[in-house]
């Protein structure tokens, strides 16, 4: 079957990384770039209220009735402001997305001590399918780098992932600093 007619799951180190950091407390997630929410559908709960963002009105509609989800229908890589405040989530998670040219805005959504869970594809994937564009392809250590500045490093990752296709991907948890 072609990858793109299979249904994705969530990434099981996304959803344990929320689990490890939540603890008690109530927390705002931002799901950038949602898709069909696989991540918003399985994280929302009583405790962990969604902010999920896409330009795709029709993978909105999938889950704009569950609770504790907030959709937002908007284009990422326009130049307009984001419809979003300023420091107001715990955790911000970007799976299988990557646009350079904005990519650091998303350090002033996060509160001081939140959590950036990054995950998606790294030069290599181009051998097992696509994406396979470098503009999809993160280079390596390249998360790190981007958010040296404001972020310290809780765990890095690049390599090949089994778990919905074979990919290569990176991963990275980084804590956002408090201001210098
Ligand atoms: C490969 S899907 C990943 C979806 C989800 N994060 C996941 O891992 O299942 C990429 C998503 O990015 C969204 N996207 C692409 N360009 C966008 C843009 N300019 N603004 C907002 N969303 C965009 C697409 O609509 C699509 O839902």
Redesign the pocket.
């Known amino acids: 079957m072609k990858k793109t007619l299979l249904k994705?799951k969530p990434s099981p180190w996304i959803i344990n990384q929320v689990e490890i950091v939540q603890k008690r407390k109530k927390i705002n997630i931002l799901?950038f770039?949602?898709?069909?929410g696989?991540?918003s559908i399985n994280l929302a709960s009583n405790r962990r209220v969604i902010t999920a963002?896409?330009?795709?009105r029709s993978?909105l509609e999938l889950y704009k009735n569950i609770k504790n989800i907030n959709p937002i229908c908007?284009?990422?890589?326009?130049n307009d402001k984001w419809p979003l405040e300023k420091e107001s989530f715990d955790v911000i998670i970007?799976?299988?997305?990557l646009?350079r040219p904005r990519i650091r805005e998303l350090e002033s959504f996060l509160k001081i001590g939140g959590f950036l869970f990054y995950e998606t594809f790294a030069v290599g994937n181009e051998k097992y399918g696509k994406p396979s564009n470098p503009d999809y392809l993160l280079k390596h250590m390249e998360l790190l780098k981007t958010f040296k500045n404001d972020f310290e490093t809780m765990y890095y990752f690049q390599g090949k992932t089994i778990e919905n296709e074979v990919a290569i991907i990176q991963r990275c948890s980084l804590k956002k600093r408090p201001l210098k």
């Open positions: 994705l799901d770039a949602s898709g069909g696989r991540h963002i896409d330009k795709d993978k908007f284009d990422l890589e326009r970007v799976t299988n997305y646009y």
